[in-house]
C-alpha cells in the first residue's frame, strides 16, 4: 500500500521524459521551417537582398533574396513576386521557373520567389496543412518548397492588433490581417514587420524603376476571382490585350478592375505609388477551398477532390473543374500570362520591351511538369 | 465676357478628353463598368479606328455619329467608378435616348460570353439591348436568349463571335456598312 509513491515518482519521470523528448521532436521540425529554401538561378542572375533597397530589414526575418537578371540591350524593367501567401505553391513555382530558366537579352528581370519569407517559416497543421511539397527530377534529386502560411509567422507579428487600421487611408480590416502582406502596401518604414516589408517592395520597386511587376496569387475555386488577373487602372490596357491573346492560346482568364476603395494590395498601391503597371494574377487551388475533403501534399499537387466534383456540377464554382487542378496546370497558366504580358509590354511603354527566352511554353509545362523545368540543387539537407 | 470664357474652358475641355481621337466618329462606353470595354477597344485600334472611349460617357458629350455600348457588369468597377448599379442604368438611359434623338447608330456588344452573365450582367443586358440597332455577342452569353428575346420585337440582327478577338470580322463588317471603313 505504501510502495505506491515508487511506482508514480517512476511514471513521472517516464511522462517528464516523453513530453521532453515529445517537445524537441516538435521544436525541431518547427525550426527546420527556419532553413530557406534553395534555388538554382539561371546564369547571369546576381544575388541581392531585399534589405539593400531598405537597408533596417537587413538581419530581420523579413528579408529576403532578390535576384536580378540585367539584358545586354537596354529596355524595360519587370519583376515577378512569388510567395506573398506562401500557401499558394504556383505563385513560387511559377517565379522559381523563370529565375531558373530564362535569359533575358534585352531589359531586366526581377524575381523575389519567396515575397513574405516570414510566412514561410509556420504553416497550419490545424488545416492539414502539409509542411513542404515535392518534386522528383529526372537526376533522382529531389527538389523540395516549403508550404507555408497565409499570414507572417506570430513570432514576428505579435500581439495582433484588435484591428488593423491600414495606415494610408484609414481603412479597418481584422488584426490578423497586419500580418498579410497584400494588406500593407504601400508599406510603413518604421510599422509592424509585415508593414516594413510592403515598404521594402515598394521601395524596390520605385528603386529599380520596374515598369511591369506580377503578384502572383492561387484562390480557392469558390472565390468569384479566380483564374483572373486584377489590374490597376494604369495596367489596363495591356490586360485587355493579354486577355485576349491569351484567350485565343485556349487560356481564358477574367479581367477585372482593381477597385480604389480597397486598399493595401499590391494592385492598387504598387500603381498608387511608383509608375510601374502592376498586374495581380489568380489560379484555381482546391486545397485552400473551405469544401475540400482530405487535405495533404497529394491535395496541394493534384487539386483531385470529390467535394470540389459535386460543387462543380452544382455550379458554385468559379473555374471549370473537372475533377484535378494539377500543380503544372497552375503554373502553366501563370508562366504563359506573364510571358504574354512582357512581349506586349514594349506596346504600351516604348523603348522599355523586354525580351525573355528559355521560358517553357504553356503545352511544355503541361506534358512535362513542373519538375521537368526545375533544376537540381545542391544537397542541403535531409527533410 | 462670361461666354466666350465658357466656350474656351469648354473647347479646352474637350481637347483634353478627346486628344488626338478629337474628330473620331465613334463613341466607345461600357454598360456594367467591367474591363470588356477596354478589350474592344484594343480591338478597334487593332483594326485601325479611333474611338473616343469614356466607360462614364454623358449624353452631352456624345458628338459622334456611332455609339457603341459594352455590355458587361462588374461590381468592382462599378465601385472603382464610385456608382451603383441604378445610378450606371440611368446613365445609360439617357445616353441611349440622346443617341436615338440624335439618329446616332448603336452597337451593343456583350463578349464576355458565359463568364460574363449573371443577375448584375443581366440588369445592364436589359436596359441596353433593346435600343440597339445591331448586336455583337460572343459564344455563351446568348446560350440562353437573353438577346434574342430582348430584341424580338424589333428585329435586331445578332451578329456571333466565337472571343473576344473574334469580334474584330463582325465589328469590321457593321462599321463598313455604317460607313467607316477599318483595316
Ligand atoms: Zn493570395
Redesign the pocket.
Known amino acids: 500500500m505504501m510502495r505506491q509513491p515508487a511506482a508514480s515518482w517512476k511514471t513521472a519521470i517516464l511522462l517528464l521524459l516523453l513530453s521532453l523528448f515529445v517537445a524537441f521532436v516538435a521544436a525541431r521540425d518547427f525550426r527546420v521551417m527556419n532553413a530557406p529554401d534553395v534555388f538554382a538561378p539561371a546564369e547571369g542572375f546576381a544575388r541581392k537582398m531585399l534589405s539593400e533597397y531598405f537597408p533596417p530589414l537587413k538581419g530581420t526575418t523579413a528579408d529576403t533574396p532578390v535576384f536580378i537578371r540585367e539584358g545586354k540591350e537596354p529596355g524595360g524593367t519587370v519583376l515577378i513576386l512569388g510567395g506573398?501567401?506562401p500557401?499558394?505553391s504556383a505563385?513560387i513555382l511559377a517565379a522559381t521557373l523563370f529565375l531558373e530558366n530564362a535569359s533575358v537579352p534585352r531589359g531586366r528581370l526581377i524575381v523575389i520567389p519567396n515575397a513574405n519569407a516570414m510566412a514561410l517559416t509556420h504553416n497550419s497543421p490545424q488545416e492539414g496543412h502539409p509542411q513542404r511539397i515535392h518534386f522528383a527530377l529526372k537526376d533522382g534529386s529531389t527538389r523540395v518548397f516549403r508550404y507555408g502560411s497565409?499570414a507572417t509567422n506570430f513570432t514576428d507579428e505579435w500581439p495582433f492588433p484588435e484591428i488593423y487600421v491600414h495606415p494610408a487611408s484609414g481603412q479597418k480590416l481584422s488584426g490578423k490581417e497586419r500580418s498579410n502582406l497584400?494588406r500593407c502596401y504601400p508599406g510603413v518604414p518604421d510599422g509592424s514587420m509585415t508593414e516594413r516589408l510592403a515598404f521594402a517592395i515598394v521601395e524596390l520597386i520605385r528603386k529599380e524603376k520596374v515598369d511591369l511587376a506580377f503578384?502572383l496569387?492561387?484562390?480557392s475555386p469558390e472565390y468569384p476571382v479566380v483564374n483572373a488577373i486584377v489590374a490597376h487602372e494604369r495596367s489596363m490596357e495591356l490586360a485587355a490585350i493579354v486577355t485576349m491573346e491569351l484567350e485565343g492560346l485556349g487560356i481564358p482568364i477574367r479581367l477585372e478592375p482593381s477597385p480604389k476603395n480597397l486598399r493595401g494590395l499590391s494592385h492598387r498601391e504598387w500603381g498608387d505609388s511608383t509608375d510601374v503597371l502592376p498586374i495581380l494574377m489568380?489560379t484555381g487551388n482546391p486545397s485552400?477551398g473551405r469544401l475540400r475533403g482530405r487535405t495533404d501534399e497529394r491535395l496541394v499537387l493534384t487539386g483531385e477532390d470529390k467535394a470540389y466534383v459535386k460543387a462543380a456540377a452544382l455550379g458554385r464554382l468559379f473555374i471549370p473543374y473537372e475533377g484535378n487542378q494539377l500543380i503544372a496546370y497552375r503554373v502553366a497558366r501563370h508562366v504563359t500570362a506573364i510571358r504574354v504580358f512582357v512581349e506586349n509590354l514594349e506596346m504600351v511603354r516604348p523603348g522599355k520591351g523586354v525580351t525573355l527566352e528559355g521560358i517553357p511554353q504553356y503545352e511544355e509545362i503541361l506534358k512535362q511538369g513542373v519538375e521537368a523545368f526545375l533544376k537540381p540543387v545542391p544537397k542541403k539537407r535531409e527533410v | 465676357m462670361v461666354s466666350v470664357r465658357k466656350v474656351f474652358v469648354a473647347v479646352c475641355v474637350l481637347l483634353c478628353f478627346a486628344g488626338a481621337s478629337f474628330a473620331a466618329d465613334i463613341a466607345l462606353t461600357s454598360a456594367g463598368q467591367s474591363p470588356d470595354a477596354m478589350m474592344v477597344r484594343v480591338v478597334l485600334k487593332k483594326l485601325g479606328v479611333e474611338a473616343d472611349s469614356d466607360p462614364l460617357m454623358k449624353p452631352e458629350g456624345l458628338t459622334q455619329k456611332i455609339l457603341i455600348v459594352v455590355i458587361g457588369g462588374s461590381s468592382k468597377g462599378l465601385g472603382a467608378a464610385g456608382i451603383d448599379k441604378d445610378q450606371e442604368i440611368a446613365r445609360l438611359s439617357a445616353l441611349l435616348k440622346a443617341a436615338a434623338g440624335k439618329n446616332v447608330k448603336i452597337l451593343a456588344m456583350h463578349v464576355g460570353g458565359e463568364g460574363r452573365r449573371g443577375k448584375l450582367s443581366d440588369e445592364f443586358i436589359t436596359a441596353v439591348a433593346p435600343a440597339a440597332d445591331k448586336l455583337v455577342v460572343v459564344e455563351g452569353g446568348n446560350a440562353d436568349g437573353i438577346f434574342t428575346n430582348l430584341t424580338k420585337e424589333k428585329k435586331t440582327p445578332i451578329h456571333g463571335a466565337p472571343n473576344v478577338s473574334g469580334v474584330a470580322a463582325p465589328l469590321k463588317e457593321i462599321l463598313a456598312e455604317w460607313g467607316i471603313p477599318a483595316k
Open positions: 506573398t501567401h500557401v499558394e505563385g497565409r497584400n503578384d496569387h492561387e484562390a489568380e485552400q
